[in-house]
């Protein structure tokens, strides 16, 4: 915001010499109203961008959504592109909080921790049970 103040003599040499006095006072406001137009298309591009990075993976391992017409533009898009993984996880499928806590609890045993036990890698997968297993029938109720 700014405010000025102006004056301003004017003195005429005609026949009768005349002065001329004006004064006056002047408000500007400038108010920032965004960025340029360039500026914000390649906002937009980069967010797509970026957005198609995260889920480019779930689209491209999802072959079915090739095969659906409502998503031919999204798989157009996504064609060719592989996202990084993520390898800084460990392997044993813990994670560091669990091998912090298992560290302290090794350097303190003196100390009782709520859940006081140490959190092993799970070894066993889910098991499918055979297709010839037949399960057990409920329990009767009984009516009275």
């Known amino acids: 915001m700014e405010i000025s103040t102006e004056r301003r003599d004017t003195d005429y040499n005609y026949s009768d010499s005349s002065t001329n006095e004006q004064q006056g006072i002047r408000f500007t ?3 920032y109203l965004g960025t340029d137009c360039k500026t914000s298309k390649e906002n937009v591009a980069i967010k797509q961008q970026l ?7 779930r689209v491209n391992s999802n072959p079915s959504l090739a095969q659906n017409e409502n998503f031919r ?8 592109v592989t996202p990084a ?11 560091l909080w669990d091998d912090m806590k298992d560290d302290y609890k090794k350097e303190n045993p003196e100390l009782n921790l709520m859940g006081d036990k140490f959190i ?4 066993s997968k889910l098991k499918i049970p055979p297709k010839d297993y037949i399960l057990p ?7 009275d």
Request: with cysteine; net charge positive; proline share 10%.
């Open 29 to 31: 406001y400038r108010k």
């Open 51 to 57: 957005e198609l990075m995260k889920m480019c993976g």
């Open 73 to 80: 533009l999204l798989v157009s898009k996504c064609r060719g």
């Open 85 to 95: 993984r993520d390898n800084t996880r460990p392997n044993d499928s813990k994670s």
């Open 120 to 123: 092993e890698p799970s070894k």
């Open 137 to 143: 029938l409920p329990k009767p109720k009984n009516e």
